[in-house]
Nanobody
Framework: QVQLVESGGGLVQAGGSLRLSCATSGRTFSFSTIAWFRQAPGREREFVAGLNWSGRTTWYADSKKGRFTISRDNAENTMYLESNSLKPEDTAVYYC??????????????????WGQGTQVTVSS
């Protein structure tokens, strides 16, 4: 079983930056595909960014390219999402996710096996 705990959310002004962290437990993190999703009020959860086990292959939702960066530290079993030039429409609960069987370019919720509890990001105008 893998447990994921997000941190780093909060209130930020438009144009600002945030770095979200997701600490994981379990021995399989280093071989897993990871991703970040988010869910805005009244909307479905959507894919933000993904990263393969080695950190060499990333994929982003088209609207997120350039403002979001996903990364990982396998030695620390931790994943990150850095965001800049934040907009009010980026306000959402952000979730980290792990896909135990690896692979690349997975963007569907059902393709990930483990989830964090979510961290709120609020961008004020």
């Amino acid at each position: 079983q893998v447990q994921l705990v997000e941190s780093g959310g909060g209130l930020v002004q438009a144009g600002g930056s945030l770095r979200l962290s997701c600490a994981t437990s379990g021995r399989t993190f280093s071989f897993s595909t990871i991703a970040w999703f988010r869910q805005a009020p009244g909307r479905e959860r959507e894919f933000v960014a993904g990263l393969n086990w080695s950190g060499r292959t990333t994929w982003y939702a088209d609207s997120k390219k350039g403002r979001f960066t996903i990364s990982r530290d396998n030695a620390e079993n931790t994943m990150y999402l850095e965001s800049n030039s934040l907009k009010p429409e980026d306000t959402a609960v952000y979730y980290c996710a792990v896909r135990k069987n690896g692979g690349t370019c997975f963007i569907g919720e059902y393709e990930y096996d483990y989830w964090g509890q979510g961290t709120q990001v609020t961008v004020s105008s």
